[in-house]
């Protein structure tokens, strides 16, 4: 299996928090893999640290075999690396469409903004929005829709950039139960449509068993355990690690 991300002895600390010690994970091209573990365990750190949001103090992240731990979070998402969910970037005053439109990075320049938008942009536009199940939706504007609503316009904002990888911050978060099995279905569809490798901090464990085909689990900074969904399950560190947390 080709490896699209490893992350290798990576650390990272605020002040005198050890946030990420040591961490070496590795994920197969094509794959979902899920980040589960208590709050204040790391994960978002380690997020950030990938998608180059702050320095690491050491070790090394590579994304198809280039370090990424010296480049900007623009150079990385260039190379198809991008973030979703973490927090809401949709201009609610804006249509679906014109959000759409203006996630799309074209040349990169500044002057793209007052560009004219070629067609095939907005068909393509029009074209994940029906993916994600906006299209009926697509000359409303973003503020109007549900919050879920507006997490599927988020991944849609993300997909319009054509992402090797997405890496998903609890997606399901805060989304009514109803309709997190909606955002699971377009994920395992984003997944198998376009290919796109998928790497996803979920709290619930029901969707993260059900989405994930490998698990990993930290505590304090740390892996503390990895594997398939039903291992993960069963491990009596993981198990620990959340009663542990909860009392
Ligand atoms: N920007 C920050 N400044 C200082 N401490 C932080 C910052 N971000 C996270 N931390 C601390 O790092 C630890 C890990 O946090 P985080 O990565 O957010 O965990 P998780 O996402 O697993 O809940 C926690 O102790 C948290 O308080
Ligand atoms: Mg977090």
Do not use: W
């Amino acid at each position: 299996m080709t490896k699209i991300l490893e992350v290798t002895d990576v650390s990272k600390a605020y002040g005198g928090v050890k946030a990420n010690e040591d961490i070496s994970l590795s994920i197969d091209q094509g794959s979902i893999v899920g980040l589960i573990g208590p709050n204040g365990s790391g994960k978002t750190t380690l997020f950030n640290s990938i998608v180059g949001a702050h320095p690491i103090d050491k070790g090394s992240i590579k994304f198809n075999n280039e370090e990424l731990s010296t480049l900007t979070v623009d150079q990385i998402s260039r190379r198809g690396l991008l973030r979703t969910f973490q927090q809401t970037k949709i201009y609610g005053q804006m249509t679906c469409m014109m959000n759409m439109k203006i996630s799309k990075k074209l040349t990169g320049k500044f002057s793209d903004m007052f560009q004219t938008i070629p067609k095939e942009v907005e068909e393509e536009a029009e074209q994940i929005l029906s993916f994600v199940g906006l299209y009926q939706k697509r000359n409303l504007r973003a503020g109007e829709l549900s919050f879920g609503q507006q997490k599927l316009l988020e991944l849609a904002m993300a997909l319009i950039n054509a992402p090797k990888m997405l890496i998903l911050d609890e997606p399901t978060a805060g989304i009514n139960p109803t309709l997190i099995n909606g955002i699971v279905d377009r994920l395992i569809k984003v997944n198998k449509k376009y290919n796109i490798t998928l790497f996803v901090i979920e709290h619930n464990m029901r969707v993260i068993m059900n989405l994930a085909q490998k698990i990993y689990c930290m505590a304090y900074g740390r892996i503390l355990a990895e594997g398939k969904p039903e291992e993960i399950k069963n491990d009596k560190k993981v198990i620990d690690a959340y009663l542990g947390a909860a009392h």
